[in-house]
């Protein structure tokens, strides 16, 4: 349940009048069962059971009828049945290795042609430098994951740092050092894109220019990190 409301809905506030009517239903009920009027249906629970029941059921029902308004609105990835050599996770992992600092930029600079030199004749892949409204590059590095090489940029924006890594689409489309959900490879063969949520809510954005299959990780909302790439993209950015 706790992953289905997470997948599927927005947090928000619940509105006093519906607080308000769920505490006067429980407050009713248990003068009912104080005054000796029990429902034959709480006759097989003790008096003590009957409040958690009561809000568990009331809960329930508005996380249903929630869920079944809203629709989808991203697919989250659980963490404990994603594979290591999964692109995603591959992702997410440089993500956290360039926030605690453990992959640094070998290359440090804010020009694109200067970052996509460095990478040039060492991947099987052409590395792709996006130039995003408002992102600031910060430089490059790469790194290598079950024999084959990922490239891995950074950028800022504001406080906020955004990594892209990038890896040959056609090993990972063979699956043979890394794999691709086929969530992610139906959805880009649809749409061109594939969009995510990290288990700790970052954003995730997924596309492919020509053999290189690009991951962006951001903790922003989906909609503005794809914004940007999109717009670079349109720009000639890459």
Not at 81 to 98: F, G, K, L, P, R
Not at 129 to 134: D, L, N, T
Not at 164 to 174: D, G, L, Y
Not at 202 to 217: H, K, L, Q
Request: one cysteine or more; aromatic letters at 6%.
């Amino acid at each position: 349940m706790v992953e289905l409301v997470h997948r599927r809905v927005h947090r928000v506030g619940v509105p006093p009048a519906v607080v308000s009517r769920i505490l006067s239903r429980i407050a009713s009920e248990e003068l009912v069962l104080s005054a000796g009027s029990r429902d034959r249906h709480f006759l097989w629970f003790p008096a003590w059971l009957v409040r958690p029941i009561l809000m568990f059921g009331v809960s329930f029902v508005a996380v249903v009828l929630i869920v079944t308004r809203t629709g989808p609105i991203t697919t989250a990835i659980p963490a404990v049945q994603q594979a290591t050599n999964d692109i995603i996770s591959q992702s997410i992992s440089a993500y956290h290795s360039v926030l605690k600092g453990t992959l640094a930029p070998e290359v440090s600079s804010d020009h694109p042609d200067q970052v996509r030199k460095y990478f040039e004749g060492k991947t099987e892949f052409p590395v792709i430098v996006p130039v995003m409204k408002e992102c600031t590059l910060i430089g490059g590095a790469l790194n290598e994951v079950h024999g084959t090489r990922l490239a891995h940029l950074q950028y800022k924006h504001g406080p906020q740092t955004i990594s892209i890594s990038q890896a040959c689409r056609e090993t990972v489309t063979k699956g043979e050092k890394l794999v691709m959900p086929k969530e992610v490879h139906d959805e880009l063969l649809r749409t061109g894109w594939y969009r995510t949520t990290a288990p700790d809510g970052a954003s995730i954005v997924v596309w492919v220019n020509g053999n290189t299959i690009c991951a962006a990780v951001a903790p922003m909302q989906g909609e503005h990190l794809m914004a940007y790439l999109v717009e670079a993209g349109s720009a000639g950015g890459w």
